[in-house]
């Protein structure tokens, strides 16, 4: 860690029965994850917790209060099954109301299909103090609130939701990351990752084993937000593993 | 919910910096929570936590204590960023030791590739009490101790680690589901989906909206305990559709 610099970082609680029943195959955390290290912001932890307001709220609490910024992802469509808002609400303490500019959208959005009915009008409902986050892909806006951002579920509106977003959050020196590859079985050369990360004190190593055409390998990820450091780490590790007589690959495998 | 019977629930903490970096897409939350479903016992949280021992602790204590069983993923292996096994002793209050027969087995799977190292001997340490989860897919177990399963975090050696679970933890009746699907923006029956759930208070209706081929349309989930309080629901919606001039197919779109 660079002791010097702040490390900006955020909670993510996805909202969702169906990520919990093993239905619906989560795309959010990688999307959102991937997004932010662009940003200078770590994803600290992530929670997945069912359609039950009690819960929303629990995760809500316990992530905001630990993190720079807190996101959701689901449950802001205009079904009974969509709470994200109240709850949100009920955590943050304020009460919820119409957004006028969210209806106003929705009211041109559904002109053409119908017009605005009660389920809809749910759309327009944000927690007292909240601005809104363009949707290019459908009708319902996204919902910030200061450092709490509520998202979509379905991954492509997500998507739209994190472009309308990029560059208007606070973020530090982003984490850089090289992965060196590697054809060897992790549980051989531990000591030599431990050693090397011991002796990188800005650096962190990660192992990630696989097992291809019949081999197994590994990729080292190393991360740090110092080039210098980073750079440093990564020619340690890749002379060890010379210096072990094992082949690598820059960039991975 | 079926008030008479108890629900059995289960949490999960999946414990690695490459999910919450976004490198490694989770696949691990669809096939546990799927696993459960049909050992009759449901997913209620999953938490995503980096290779922080405290931060391990923490989520570990906080779903084992609110739920009949905790999983974890991830950690487990031969390095020193697996950190689990340390981690959950620490949440349970037990030291760690060497299981003798994973000491044993690690032997016997290392013998023609080296033998054991200090690296290969960490994935023998378990919490004392443990009992070991067999491995068909690699060398290193996994680990019991009593409602708290350690899992590998590589999808394909968790799920062969489920299959040696099969069966063997104690479970209620599964949520039963069906799925309704129909060519309809869910907002504009918005009103039918809660009054349908409203009156049938065994089930919980998902609604799942999706674009496609142009067109948008919604998967409606119905899930119960109970055969008759499904069927009994799953017929109201069709109705409820029907009547509003919907086409609807059976099993979902």
């Given amino acids: 860690m660079n002791s010097g610099a702040k490390i900006w970082t955020a909670g993510l609680v996805i909202i969702g029965d169906e990520i919990l029943s093993g239905r619906t195959h989560d795309k959010n955390i990688a999307q959102v994850a991937t997004w932010l290290q662009v940003q200078g912001i770590r994803l600290a932890e992530v929670r997945v917790v069912p359609d039950v307001a009690e819960r929303i709220v629990e995760a809500v609490n316990a992530l905001r209060e630990a993190n720079d910024y807190l996101f959701t992802t689901g449950g802001i469509g205009p079904t009974h099954d969509d709470i994200t808002v109240d709850a949100v609400a009920e955590a943050l303490g304020v009460p919820v109301i119409i957004h006028p500019d969210a209806r106003a959208l929705l009211e041109r959005y559904y002109a053409d299909k119908g017009g605005l009915n009660e389920g809809r009008l749910r759309m327009a409902r944000v927690p007292e103090g909240s601005d809104l986050i363009p949707n290019r892909m459908s009708g319902a806006p996204g919902i910030r609130r200061g450092n709490v951002i509520l998202m979509a579920g379905v991954p492509h509106i997500t998507a739209g939701m994190l472009d309308a977003l990029t560059g208007e959050l606070e973020g530090g020196a982003p984490l850089l990351s090289e992965t ?14 431990r050693e090397v990360e011991a002796a990188h004190e800005n650096c962190q190593i990660g192992s ?7 081999r197994v390998g590994a990729n080292f990820v190393i991360r740090s937000t110092d080039t210098e450091d980073l750079a440093s780490c990564v020619h340690t590790l890749c002379d060890g593993l010379a210096t072990s007589g094992y082949d690598f690959t820059p960039g991975g495998i």
């Fill in 180 to 193: 060196i590859g590697c054809w060897v079985a992790e549980s051989e050369i531990a000591h030599l990752l």
């Fill in 208 to 214: 990630y084993p696989f097992f291809r055409e019949g």
